[in-house]
């Protein structure tokens, strides 16, 4: 019996109950800040009291400490064991496993004796790969997917995701949350700065390539055209897989896509101007400056160090550091930290209520990732602010008909957007002096609940059980019983909701792999052997991702590095 006294917003009653109507099996896709975790912590707690086992599945060592945490917080009846990390917990031992989805795969825990179980994948859209889909154990009759976009590069979602979670079950995006008062309403100032010549003329260059590799790839029978991330998708589809004439224009198009990148994401034009946003960084309750790469961000703190106080997390920051970095900016110690995409998932970043967008993002995902670190639920007289610097008149332009998706999806749900040159500073401080709605939107509460209070009466029995199993009570009550006793009939063929599939053009000639040992394109190899704190770790050269620290290097040169760059 879960007798805290917590409540949960009205959405996340309902995609329980919307989980239960698809027995038990689903995926909730809800946007980063708005409570899926909390989600996952009432499914496990009913689990355990039905006598299950729980498998907690999640990407990185930093996510399952703090799964760990948070579910003995939640959960201090239950056992909570962990494996990965140094750490061995057996199923046998515990009620609930946190595990790593690498660890996951080589160990495969399966629930102890004759208990069921039911398992909870964190952040699912990373499980589609041939060695980490291993991670999703079907002796687990029970489950739940938790992300914030379902989104791959590739055919998992529908061959390998769908299939063993079932579907998605309910879906939550920031227009409802803001709406519903769970995230904060931003106000966003798109400030654009110009190329230098030399810049100009480079991106100009590679822009020529990338209009002849177009034409080709838009005239590829069942390419989708638009939105332009699903085309770009298909383009990396192509790429990756065709030796034919549509594959080698596909490659043309994304080297001279990632160089026009690189040149916006280097223009030291933005760096310059950074330093006009001193004064707002300094008045804010916590500030994320986000770029794409390592040198961008110390770029950043190279132009904000004198001004304020200000600090850099990358893959290479120790734990401890981390830590200790990201705590000094919740007391206030710190005014900003910059940081090349490892604050878009998997790390707990203190509330922050100024987003300063370098570079802007790659993917959907990442967009969804960043904006929710900015629009978690604000006190009230706090204003949720992003500042996106863009070089105009390249793909970051907000004008232009290929930009990232960031742009729009930020600007769609904004209180306010608008555009301002870099000589409209005195204008453009004065909007950003933004303090959050006069009056803003409570969100619903459901819960704590108490013996004496009654459910509503026109509850069918799915809901019902929903509203007692999943709030609060301080006690178990008579409806409680009647409702355990006799738990609802579950639809045999339960209705899950529509998803976009990405399409993909025909391949008209098979890649066949190498047998040679892997380069990148630089003749670099795709992954470098280091050693963080007296272990051995693979890590990525591109996104910087890594394999678990182990302390052996034979051990370390077998390990799998889970990489974005390929999703």
């Known amino acids: 019996m879960n007798k805290s006294q917590h409540f949960l917003y009205k959405w996340q009653l309902l995609a329980l109950a919307s989980w239960l109507r698809c027995g038990r099996r689903g995926i909730i896709e809800a946007v980063t800040g708005a409570g899926k975790t909390n989600v996952a912590m009432q499914a496990a707690a009913d689990a355990h009291r039905r006598g299950l086992f729980v498998l907690v599945v999640v990407p990185s060592r930093v996510l399952m400490e703090q799964w760990s945490e948070s579910l003995k917080q939640a959960l201090p009846q239950c056992v909570i ?12 031992d515990c009620d609930v496993l946190v595990t790593t989805r690498h660890s996951a795969s080589a160990k495969k825990p399966l629930p102890p004796g004759d208990l069921g179980g039911l398992l909870i994948a964190d952040e699912c859209h990373g499980f589609g790969g041939a060695t980490l889909r291993k991670s999703l154990i079907h002796e687990y009759e029970e489950r739940l997917g938790l992300t914030a976009t379902l989104e791959r590069s590739d055919d998992a979602v529908e061959k390998t995701l769908v299939p063993y979670f079932g579907g998605v079950c309910y879906k939550y995006d920031f227009g409802q949350a803001i709406a519903d008062g769970v995230c904060a309403q931003p106000r966003v100032a798109f400030v654009a700065v110009p190329l230098a010549k030399e810049e100009r003329d480079e991106y100009d260059l590679m822009e020529a390539d990338l209009v002849a590799a177009r034409q080709t790839l838009r005239a590829i029978p069942d390419m989708p055209q638009e939105p332009f991330g699903a085309f770009l998708a298909a383009v990396s589809y192509l790429s990756e897989n065709d030796a034919g004439p549509n594959g080698k224009a596909a490659t043309t198009y994304l080297d001279s896509f990632s160089k026009r990148r690189e040149i916006v994401a280097t223009s030291r034009s933005k760096y310059e101007v950074l330093s006009n946003f001193a004064s707002v960084i300094l008045e804010a309750s916590g500030a ?37 970095i990201l705590n000094d900016l919740r007391d206030g110690k710190l005014d900003a930290v910059a940081a090349p995409r490892v604050l878009d998932e998997g790390i ?70 608008r555009i301002f040159g870099i000589g409209e500073q005195p204008e453009l401080i004065s909007f950003l002096n933004y303090s959050g709605p006069d009056k803003p939107v409570v969100p619903e509460k459901i819960g704590p609940m108490s013996a004496v209070k009654e459910i509503p009466d026109n509850l069918d029995s799915v809901d019902q059980y929903a509203w007692l199993s999943f709030l609060g009570w301080p006690e178990e009550t008579d409806a409680h019983r009647e409702a355990w006793d006799n738990p609802p009939s579950l639809t045999p063929d339960p209705l899950y909701l529509d998803f976009d ?18 380069r990148l394109s630089t003749g670099e190899q795709p992954v470098t052997m280091s050693k963080v704190n007296g272990e051995f770790v693979l890590r990525c050269t591109g996104c910087g991702a890594a394999s678990e620290p182990t302390p052996f290097r034979w051990k370390a040169l077998e390990a799998t590095v889970e990489c974005s760059c390929l999703w």
């Open 81 to 92: 064991g962990r494996l990965g990390d140094s750490f061995s917990d057996r199923a046998d």
């Open 348 to 417: 707990d970043v203190p509330d922050a209520n100024l987003g300063v967008v370098v570079n802007a993002s790659r993917t959907r995902r990442q967009m969804i990732q960043r904006m929710g670190r900015i629009l978690r639920l604000k006190q009230h007289g706090v204003g949720a602010r992003f500042v996106v610097l863009y070089a105009s008149d390249t793909l970051e332009d907000p004008t232009a008909s290929e930009r990232d998706g960031f742009m729009e999806e930020i600007e769609d749900i904004s209180e306010s957007a």
């Open 501 to 518: 599939v990405l399409e993909l053009p025909e391949i008209m000639r098979q890649k066949v792999s190498p047998k040679k040992e892997a």
């Open 288 to 324: 994320l400056i986000f770029t794409q790469t390592v040198k961008a961000a110390n770029h950043a703190i190279n132009r904000l160090d004198p001004l304020l106080g200000i600090e850099i997390i990358t893959g290479d920051t120790a734990r401890l550091e981390r830590e200790t």
